[in-house]
């Protein structure tokens, strides 16, 4: 009975949800809600009370208790007040989103809004709501601000869109729910989770150098060693350090800067998209890491070598973005 019924409201919320947006359009940031943006209905605990002082109106009636009438009258008129404040605690704030960071595929992303409440009452309880993801409870005060993240799970990669931010809240006594739904994209990007495990950057064409050779120019001008990290080529690695304190180091050259790394879709190991997508992520997270240039290669998009925050951060989003389908050759 109760998926049933699950079942049918998801239609008539998705209608209702149309006739809104048709009603209004789609809003534009900072969106403050009026009145007629504002719905009002009792919660389950609102029934239950109209329920009781309905009763209590029965048996004053019945017994002509004018006791009984006096407390269901004033049990009424609290009532009748919650309504009105649940509707005033949301009337005139707006909302406005900021966005969200970046996260890998099993992490969670963060959707944050600013609240600006410019009366002179405070407002308390106010909830956001992205689709079936709810944000903690935050009081905004009079003439001030708050800041809301609704937290939403990151199950795969891609472009995250939410189209409707619902608002909300039961202040005071949870007897009325009062919401309103602002129509406003906000997106989120998930990053593909890296490999826990990933081959050696294949060399050649898309190893340490364009040459396609470890020995390039500069190859006899020692400068120093650094730290081993995974993809590094085994033929810098100085063994005679190792043999001294089993620690494993790079031999780096001063023509190590001139000679980028390519990662390349099409030289990872076999396997679905997304286990390729995960390599290739985490080739770019290793190379950043040592210091190196590179640059990312994929059927229909390459991104020129570089290094920084920013530019890895424009990889990992090529590869957020990616179509599985323009793959299907690649093998």
């Known amino acids: 009975m109760s998926r049933a019924t699950t079942a049918g409201s998801l239609p008539q919320r998705r209608r209702l949800l149309q006739w809104v947006r048709r009603r209004y359009g789609p809003d534009s940031a900072p969106l403050s809600l009026h009145r007629r943006r504002l719905y009002i209905l009792p919660t389950a605990q609102g029934l239950v009370f109209a329920l009781l002082v309905f009763t209590m109106l029965l048996g004053s009636m019945n017994y002509d208790n004018a006791m009984g009438y006096l407390l269901t009258f004033l049990l009424g008129g609290m009532g009748m007040v919650t309504m009105h404040h649940a509707h005033r605690n949301l009337l005139a704030l707006s909302v406005q989103p900021l966005g969200a960071d970046p996260v890998f595929a099993g992490e969670t992303l963060a959707f944050r809004f600013r609240l600006h ?33 609704v937290p939403v799970p990151a199950l795969q990669r891609g472009t995250l869109v939410f189209g409707t931010v619902t608002i909300e809240s039961r202040h005071p006594a949870h007897l009325f729910r009062a919401w309103s739904w602002a129509h406003l994209k906000v997106t989120g990007c998930v990053w593909p989770a890296p490999a826990p495990l990933a081959p050696p950057v294949p060399e050649g064409e898309s190893g340490l150098g364009e040459a396609g050779a470890v020995g390039g120019a500069g190859e006899d001008d020692f400068s120093g060693l650094r730290e081993f990290h995974r993809g590094d080529s085994p033929r810098r690695i100085a063994w005679k350090a190792y043999a001294r304190d089993s620690e494993l180091r790079i031999k780096q050259f001063t023509g190590d800067a001139a000679a980028p790394r390519w990662l390349e879709f099409a030289r990872t190991p076999p396997g679905d998209a997304e ?45 957020a973005d990616f179509d599985g389908a323009h793959s299907d050759g690649e093998r």
């Open 117 to 149: 409440n410019p009366s002179r009452l405070d407002r308390f309880e106010i909830v956001l709501q992205l689709g079936a993801h709810r944000s903690a409870a935050v009081d905004v005060p009079a003439g001030g601000e708050a800041l809301v993240s």
């Open 275 to 319: 286990q390729r997508l995960a390599v290739l992520c985490r080739w770019a997270i290793d190379s950043q890491r040592a210091g190196m240039s590179y640059g990312l290669r994929l059927p229909g998009h390459t991104l020129r070598p570089d290094n920084g925050q920013a530019h890895l951060e424009r990889l990992l989003t090529l590869l």
